[in-house]
């Protein structure tokens, strides 16, 4: 499986753990997408134990995120997503986060869980 450290041992995880806080705040999906093939994407799934809890979209060749405008060079690993998360109410884009530095900060799910608090306050 190739998969960007981060997006292993971070981001991912954190949707994988704060599930069932996503969905108590009204989230009816949390999905992955990601840039490699469907066995890979596959393989990454059942290996971070996410399945059930994450749907997974595999944009093998980047036209998913070169349509969204969320592709970035990596160099050797090529086109992939930007590192981003995103709020999607019935086919509209309510909050887009995408993360310009190293890590996992404004696109992980304790970002999201807060911008999802904020809304229920609002």
Known sequence: VTVTPTCDTSHLPGFVGAASRIRAAGIDRIVCATVNDHHVVKAWAERSEALGQVDFIADAHA???EAL???KDFGDLGRRFARFAMIIDHGTVRHLFVQDVKGVTVSGAPAILLALQGE???
């Open 69 to 71: 405008g969320l592709a």
């Open 120 to 122: 229920a306050v609002a």
């Open 63 to 65: 036209q998913l995120a």
